[in-house]
């Protein structure tokens, strides 16, 4: 918990990937009043009570034999992964959300490499866009390392890469706001979508493809064919806002381009938020979490150098 006199403004340096606690202290901290110690019994009586609220956790913990695996998402993709989570956890694994809003990428790395998560089920990874394009919620540079070094079963897919995020509309770069090919979306008056372009979709197919080079455990591409979100599909009303099929077929090039043999790339014909795509994703998901954890166990599969484990079923033929 922190009392602070600065908590109006710009919190996330203090704040970062953890769960902390935040309390302005309304007067300055330079001796006590009566104004004081009210808020400063408040603090106490918080970090009171999350004591007491943790004690009474711990005597009744989770089970261990449910492993954890860690799923990203944006209001684009809530349907995907509501559904994949309802898929998972009723075969026996808990599913924590993370919002790809920057914090919630980089949260999602640092359980990856803190080992504290069994997989990752990386289908929204429009970070990367605001990453490359300035927007609001990048995750920096090493968003898609965390499972790939500790080796984790990934799953990953291009959720959301069709959007980059700003606030207000008057919060555009102008360099954006002025060109008049850019293509934007009020999602609400604090939030401003810009569509992402052909060249910045291949740029980002080969981030992608290379974060998955990267990866030292099992790791599956999925790539849906009529679109990475909600805006980016066609549907009974016709094409939604961000439909733009050269830009996602650039997307496409630059993944079968980038990506090493040995990765496999599942082109689903499907939209992003289709059950046939949340049904392909979660069955991955699965089949590579289980075959991990038959390898840990010493069950059969063997650890190939760069890929991680292969199972022998699923070892394509020679």
């Known amino acids: 918990l922190l009392v602070s006199t600065v908590l109006s403004g710009n919190v996330a340096p203090y704040v970062g990937t953890a769960d902390l606690m935040m309390l302005p202290s309304v007067t300055d901290i330079a001796g006590l009043n009566r104004m004081s110690r009210v808020i400063l019994s408040n603090a106490a009586g918080a970090i009171s009570g999350a004591v007491m609220a943790h004690r009474a956790l711990l005597a009744s913990p989770p089970s261990p034999d449910r492993p954890m695996i860690g799923a990203s998402m944006f209001g684009n993709t809530t349907r995907l992964v509501d559904g994949a989570r309802a898929l998972l956890e009723t075969a026996g694994y808990e599913v924590v959300v993370f919002h790809a809003t920057g914090t919630g990428g980089r949260t999602l790395e640092r359980l990856a490499s803190d080992g504290i998560l069994a997989g990752v089920y990386d289908v929204t990874t429009t970070e990367w866009a605001d990453e490359l394009c300035g927007g609001i919620f990048g ?39 002025n060109d008049p090919s850019r293509r934007f979306h009020v999602w609400n008056p604090q939030v401003t979508l810009m569509r992402t372009t052909p060249a910045e979709n291949a740029e980002l197919g080969r981030i992608l493809a290379e974060k998955a080079n990267a990866a030292r455990g099992p790791v599956e591409v999925f790539l849906p064919l009529r679109g990475v979100s909600i805006l980016d599909s066609v549907t009974d009303a016709g094409p939604q806002a961000f439909w733009w099929p050269e830009a996602d077929a650039a997307l496409r090039q630059a993944l079968h381009t980038h990506l090493r043999p040995g990765i496999p790339l599942h082109e689903v014909d499907a939209n992003i938020n289709d059950q046939a795509f949340i049904e392909a994703t979660s069955d991955a998901m699965l089949r590579l979490s289980e075959a991990q954890r038959a390898y840990k166990s010493g069950g059969v599969g063997e650890r190939s150098e760069g890929h991680g484990l292969i199972p022998d079923h699923h070892r394509p033929p020679p």
């Open 139 to 177: 995750a920096g540079p090493t968003r898609l390392d965390g499972a790939g070094l500790r080796g984790l079963p990934q799953v990953i897919a291009p959720g959301c890469l069709d959007m980059v995020n700003f606030g207000g509309m008057e919060t555009v770069p102008a360099h954006y706001r």
